[in-house]
């Protein structure tokens, strides 16, 4: 919408949402770009293409050792194939799978901007891209985990990975001991998005399942 009125907007845009929409017009008004097409993209990856995608990913590899074996020899087939999930798109092209263990926690971050493996997590939420994530992840890795409310082991080394436009990771997070006889469908219900990020670990939920 045109707004022509004086600009004392009480929640005014950010610098950089006004360098966006500027951008955005000035594409359309030139013919570069649809914005039909620029909504079904948004819309693609705001309710399509999401953590519910790495979260089957996930739990397939928690209940298939063959599958796991694939993801982690090469996490580009076996989730971009069709015989792995066939999740391929935008910003997923060459993709990583690092799996979590009692000695090594993964944690990944874009120094440089915000690259991230979209076809199995989505659009990346504000705090990856925000400059203190970005470079805290590197500087102070626990502490940044400290931020998200997960403590490990002091013997646990957390290994930093830097995203590139060439190159995405999907943590493998560690299976939540209790969860024995679930479903992959159960299995993928408990993944989160930050798990996958490696800002979080995998837990039942207390009502769950909690007499293991
Ligand atoms: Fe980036």
Redesign the pocket.
């Known amino acids: 919408m045109a707004d022509n009125a004086p600009h004392t907007h009480p929640n005014a845009l950010s610098d950089m949402d006004v360098r966006v929409r500027a951008l955005e017009t000035l594409l359309v008004q030139k013919g570069y770009i649809d914005p039909a097409a620029l909504d079904e993209l948004i819309d693609t990856y705001e309710h399509r293409v999401g953590p519910h995608n790495g979260a089957r990913v996930v739990a397939r590899a928690w209940s298939d050792p063959a599958y796991k074996e694939w993801l982690l020899r090469d996490a580009t087939a076996a989730v971009g194939e069709p015989g792995g999930f066939g999740f391929v798109g935008r910003q997923g092209e060459h993709l990583i799978a690092l799996e979590n263990t009692p000695q090594v926690h993964n944690l990944v971050v874009?120094?440089?901007?915000?690259?991230?493996p979209w076809p199995v997590l989505g659009l990346p939420p504000v705090w990856y891209k925000s400059a203190p994530y970005r470079s805290k992840a590197v500087i102070d890795p626990r502490g940044v985990l400290a931020d998200f409310g997960v403590s490990l082991p002091a013997q646990t080394e957390v290994r930093v990975w830097d995203?590139?436009?060439e190159l995405r990771y999907l943590v493998l997070p560690m299976r939540p001991p209790g969860t024995d006889d679930f479903s992959e469908a159960q299995l993928a219900a408990l993944v989160t998005r930050d798990a996958m990020i490696g800002t979080g670990i995998v837990t039942l939920p207390r009502s769950a399942g909690a007499q293991a």
């Open positions: 874009c120094t440089l901007c915000s690259c991230y995203s590139t436009a």
